[in-house]
């Protein structure tokens, strides 16, 4: 029996030995096929001069998902311009192997409707930690796609007690770089003149195609690709615990910004986000200075309250939003920063020790390693504290939902109702599903019903406001009063400090959309939850149309209706005056198709497609109008770092349908060239950018100089120059129609010496001053540019003129088509010093000779976001591609 016994215990440790040693080699074997950064790319990340493109990143990647058992790569889709934008996954295997498990876990915690104490307990107990970074957004901020490789394999290999519980306790979704595009512009054009004479010149045009550095002011609108597939990330797929985006900002101060924000805070932001903030923050901070890294910031210079960021909005989804910034080389390259060269910002006045800041960075080399290491040391301390508070931080993601529910059913509003009647409900239509993509729980109204003196009507959108993302309902719906106060004006002379971005981001009333707060409880009335992705309702077509087609202008998609058909041939007009068509009236501006081969068939599309209504005409087709052309339309595009307005509108034009060449310096300066254009769109700008190409120094103040221009490849240089001023001028005055947007109004004034003034240059910021906020003008609805617009409507007003027309006659005629209100002008934002815009003109139409220009004191299509003034806009092409006299 001793026999046996002793031989079953050398069998069983036979196979246990064998099992340990087969592990052991598999271990080793999977160790062994994971090549190191730096043996796969030839150097270490963040090596002086060295960048690693998008091509061999994701390769990199493919290669830790093939041989480790911790990685997973996942596709989500493609760039604006076609490139993979991938997310990583890592955490243990068996985590990896139920993700789908954990997702939904961590979504029920997001929105605890229905579940028991007992239940979340259960769920937290089994639930992982989420958390989501991103890097290098901007792509001249090469840091953080550059530290990507070394932080994945780090993980991948490594077998210290602080990874294996980050393993255990989190699975971490890395989005490597947030904008592919950039990064392979960034590195082409490194790499093209390094060693040469413009070696580290800046990049001479848009780092995104359409968005350049405003990509991170599209978090809730989401117009562009990676808007969206971030946004279904996390909004929507995950809503992990934290996101952190990881930048760069200037090098003359700390070397490192990371959380908590500046105050003012947002009040709608559940107080637990500010809190975790404050943990991360000195988790960070500690895992930072244990490391010897010096310089390290919280606070200044980056406030609490904004929406546009993707590390902004995400707090208004419950998910702690949080940012880094390191201190930026030129880009591959190091530098070298006296002392002297550091400085004080808003936050922190001087550059001494403070709370914030307790150890200052003394000065030396900067380099490209130094971001790399600091935004791995980082991003690890965050996944390191939701490991070791992995239940405490599930619970908050609970308690903040809970919050959102409870004030959502105990405080007004308790909804917002978009309603079906009203004045481009197609625009509504937009809204609704814009914030469906956010994550938010849309109801459809089934019913009639009236509440007080309002009937809404079936098909009407409605957003109750308990439920877990409330701050978001909120914060983007109601009308905004931002903060004067201590924190936002200089403690000296009680100047208005710079908001960061806007002071409002109401997304209805920049859509010009009504969206009803209602203040009372709803009654029980019938509501239908919508789960399908938000569409336009299908159109109707009365009649066949054999005199023709009518539709109404009011909707902003009755121009992506009129370029199509305009494109099919079809003869199309706008009608001059208001007329009848059978019982119906129908407003000045009404648009009219006459009869042709194929068009009751095109009509019928459109109908489908763009949920838009076609009349047939029934009477003799209207008298007076305005026959339209398809517009020969060209938009200036500057090089000198690229011009985010002229992206911008070229994204937008390019959404509602429009043909449009994009003309560059030597374009406009080509005589044969710009006459065969019927309208000339000027992007914002100044008009010493524009024909110089020389950029206003924001911060020093000053003007770039010659000298600046010839560290600049020569194709990129300069600005339209006399010739192109010459040009234009004669391109107005032979019959053309130039449109100036905003800042650009500064160029039609000089250039062609208009009787227009900025009322408010000289005017202090504290008498006026109204950064980014909504305000409320007035409309001729009969002048061709405000054909479709309600008589009373809201613009946007940032970084604008007010415009001051001289006295006396000018030769060639002026029309003011809108203009700001009298009084109560503001809707929503800061607005100090109201007498300074009462009655101003916010558009200006000049005649001059056989042509017209066209200012708009204001950002009408401001970031493709405005959709309540786009018409504006578009009438203005039209009208001046189409002329007025025909």
Same mark, same amino acid.
């Given at each position: 029996m001793k026999r046996k016994a002793f031989f079953n215990l050398i069998r069983i440790s036979t196979v246990l030995f064998l099992f340990l040693l087969g592990t052991l080699i598999n271990v080793n074997a999977n160790t062994q096929k994971l090549p190191s950064p730096q043996e796969f790319f030839g150097f270490k990340m963040g090596t002086d001069g060295k960048l690693a493109g998008w091509q061999k990143i994701v390769e990199y990647f493919k290669v830790l998902d093939m041989h480790s058992d911790r990685i997973m790569v996942k596709t989500l889709g493609e760039s604006t311009l076609g490139n993979p934008f991938i997310v990583v996954i890592i955490s243990e295997p068996e985590n990896l192997e139920n993700l789908e498990k954990y997702r939904k876990i961590n979504k029920k915690l997001a929105d605890p409707r229905g579940l028991s104490d007992t239940e979340i307990d259960q769920l937290i107990n089994e639930g992982k930690y989420i958390s989501v970074q991103t890097y290098s957004l901007h792509a001249t901020e090469v840091g953080g796609t550059q530290c990507t490789p070394e932080l994945a394999y780090g993980l991948a290999v490594g077998d210290d007690a602080v990874t294996k519980k980050i393993l255990k306790n989190t699975i971490f979704l890395i989005i490597p770089c947030f904008n592919p595009d950039g990064l392979n512009m960034v590195k082409e054009w490194f790499y093209k003149y390094k060693g040469t004479e413009f070696d580290n010149t800046r990049l001479p045009y848009l780092y995104h195609f359409y968005t350049g550095h405003d990509n991170n002011r599209d978090s809730y609108q989401l117009t562009q690709k990676e808007s969206r597939m971030f946004a279904k990330l996390v909004y929507r797929d995950w809503v992990p615990q934290s996101y952190v985006d990881h930048h760069h900002f200037g090098s003359s101060g700390a070397r490192f910004y990371i959380p908590p924000y500046l105050d003012p805070i947002h $009040?709608? !932001?559940?107080?637990?986000?500010?809190?975790?903030? +404050?943990? %991360?923050?000195?988790?960070? @901070? !500690? @895992? =930072?200075?244990?490391?010897? /890294? #010096?310089?390290?910031? #919280?606070? @200044?210079? &980056?406030?609490?309250w904004w929406q546009a960021s993707f590390h902004m909005s995400t707090n208004y989804h419950n998910i702690s939003g949080m940012l880094t910034e390191s201190a930026s080389a030129k880009w591959a390259d190091p530098i070298y920063i006296l002392p002297d060269q550091l400085e004080g910002t808003r936050g922190r006045p001087e550059y001494k020790p403070q709370m914030t800041m307790p150890r200052l960075w003394k000065g030396g080399w900067w380099r490209l390693r130094d971001i790399v290491e600091q935004k791995i040391i980082a991003s690890k301390a965050v996944l390191e504290l939701g490991a070791r508070y992995k239940n405490t931080l599930l619970f908050n993601t609970v308690q903040k939902a809970r919050g959102n529910i409870k004030s959502g059913k105990t405080e007004p509003p308790f909804a917002f109702i978009i309603p079906r009647d009203q004045h481009d409900f197609l625009t509504a239509v937009k809204l609704a599903w814009i914030f469906q993509m956010n994550g938010i729980e849309i109801h459809g109204l089934e019913k009639d019903f009236q509440m007080g003196s309002r009937m809404f009507s079936r098909g009407s959108f409605v957003i109750l406001c308990a439920q877990p993302m409330r701050a978001f309902i909120l914060s983007f719906l109601e009308q905004v009063n931002y903060p004067d106060n201590a924190w936002t004006r200089s403690h000296g002379d009680r100047e208005p400090l710079r908001p960061y971005d806007l002071t409002t981001y109401s997304v209805s009333e920049h859509m010009g959309v009504e969206a009803i707060p209602i203040l009372e409880p709803l009654p029980d009335i019938h509501l239908s939850k919508i789960r399908e992705d938000i569409l336009p309702p299908e159109g109707r077509v009365e009649g066949t149309g054999e005199r023709g087609f009518i539709f109404e202008h009011r909707y902003n998609d009755s121009f992506k209706a009129l370029n199509r058909l305009l494109k099919k041939g079809m003869d199309i007009y706008w009608v001059r005056e208001g007329f009848r068509n059978s019982e119906r009236f129908f407003p000045a501006g009404t648009i009219f198709v006459r009869s042709g081969s194929g068009l009751a068939s095109e009509i019928q599309i459109l109908s489908r497609e763009l949920g838009m209504d076609f009349f047939a005409l029934k009477n003799e087709p209207p008298g007076k @109008? =305005? /026959? =339209?052309? +398809? $517009?020969?339309?060209?938009?200036? /595009?500057? %090089?000198?770092?690229?011009?985010?307005?002229?992206?911008?509108?070229?994204? =937008?034009?390019?959404? &509602?349908e429009f043909q449009f060449t994009p003309l560059f310096n030597k374009d406009i300066q080509n005589w044969k060239k710009i006459k065969n254009y019927d309208v000339i769109v000027i992007p914002s700008d100044s008009y010493k950018r524009i024909k110089t190409g020389l950029r206003e120094r924001r911060r020093r103040g000053g003007m770039d100089t010659d000298e600046d221009n010839k560290k600049i490849p020569p194709e990129y240089r300069g600005g339209i120059g006399e010739a192109g001023e010459k040009n234009l001028k004669k391109f107005v005055e032979d019959g053309g129609t130039l449109i100036v947007l905003n800042g650009a109004y500064d160029f039609a004034q000089k250039a062609f010496k208009l009787p227009v003034q900025n009322s408010i240059a000289d005017i202090p910021r504290n008498e006026f001053y109204c950064p980014g906020s909504t305000v409320k003008i007035n409309i001729d609805t009969f002048h061709p540019l405000g054909y479709g617009m309600p008589a009373n409507s809201l613009a946007l007003f940032r970084n604008s003129p007010i415009l001051q027309v001289s006295a006396g006659d000018f030769k060639d005629g002026v029309a003011i088509p809108v203009r700001y209100v009298r009084e109560n002008i503001l809707q929503s934002g800061w607005l100090i010093g109201e007498k300074y815009l009462s009655e101003k003109p916010a558009v200006v139409e000049f005649r001059v000779q056989k042509g017209k220009i066209v200012i708009f004191a204001f950002p009408v299509q401001h970031r493709a976001q405005t959709h309540g003034t786009f018409k504006l806009f578009f009438n203005a092409i039209y009208y001046g591609a189409s002329g007025s006299n025909n």
């Open positions: $009040p709608n !932001v559940d107080p637990l986000i500010w809190r975790e903030h +404050q943990l %991360y923050g000195a988790h960070m @901070a !500690v @895992a =930072l200075e244990n490391a010897g /890294k #010096s310089g390290i910031e #919280s606070g @200044a210079p &980056f406030t609490g @109008a =305005l /026959k =339209l052309k +398809q $517009p020969r339309l060209g938009i200036y /595009k500057r %090089y000198s770092g690229g011009n985010m307005d002229a992206g911008w509108t070229d994204w =937008l034009l390019t959404d &509602f």
